[in-house]
């Protein structure tokens, strides 16, 4: 359901469907290409569509919708049918140990650039705040490419702290191979 408070100035925030699951991909595939890995960025359209909305779903997304017409009560349109989407924000649970409780993890957060200025990044990251108050989850966590300094700046405007004490590992390919397979 859309609450009132995650309205963009040109649109709304609604929950993604299946439907969108080709934009979502398109999308990722962009933001590859804007992070300089573009032959990173493997998912299928089958494969989001299954950890979105498969038989246990293990993500879970948003969309931002621009250009949503009036209704005809004067209210933006909740389906989001009639605009174009122009974003999303695919994220997780976590849990930390330490506070007892889920938090979310944002995977990607990504808007068209011809889009952004509009809104649409700060209304979905509010959408995924006011989703943790309201479940009592305590942290909203991303990642953020050291060099990305545009988005460093969008995300230090909302009071978001970079955890300078921590740095990421990742395992994949034939590392994480090599240990899985003991």
């Known amino acids: 359901m859309l609450s009132p408070r995650s309205g963009t100035l040109d649109g709304v925030i609604r929950t993604a469907t299946a439907a969108d699951v080709p934009l979502i991909h398109a999308m990722i595939r962009e933001l590859a290409t804007y992070e300089k890995l573009p032959d990173e960025a493997r998912a299928t359209e089958e494969q989001l569509r299954e950890a979105l909305f498969g038989e246990r779903p293990a993500a879970f997304a948003h969309v931002a919708v621009s250009d949503v017409p009036d209704a005809p009560d004067g209210r933006d349109d909740p ?3 009639p605009g174009e989407v122009v974003g999303f924000a695919l994220w997780f649970l976590n849990f930390s ?21 509009g809104g649409h990044g700060k209304a979905l990251l509010a959408e995924l705040a006011r989703i943790c108050v309201e479940r009592g989850y305590e942290r909203l966590e991303w990642s953020v490419l050291n060099w990305n300094e545009p988005t460093i700046a969008f995300y230090r405007s909302l ?12 395992l994949t390919d034939a590392a994480l191979t090599r240990l899985g397979a003991g």
């Open 79 to 81: 389906t989001g049918a």
């Open 159 to 170: 009071g978001a702290l970079p955890q300078d004490e921590w740095t990421v590992y990742r």
């Open 97 to 117: 140990t330490w506070r007892g409780v889920h938090g979310i993890y944002l995977e990607d957060l990504y808007v068209r650039p011809e889009k952004r200025g």
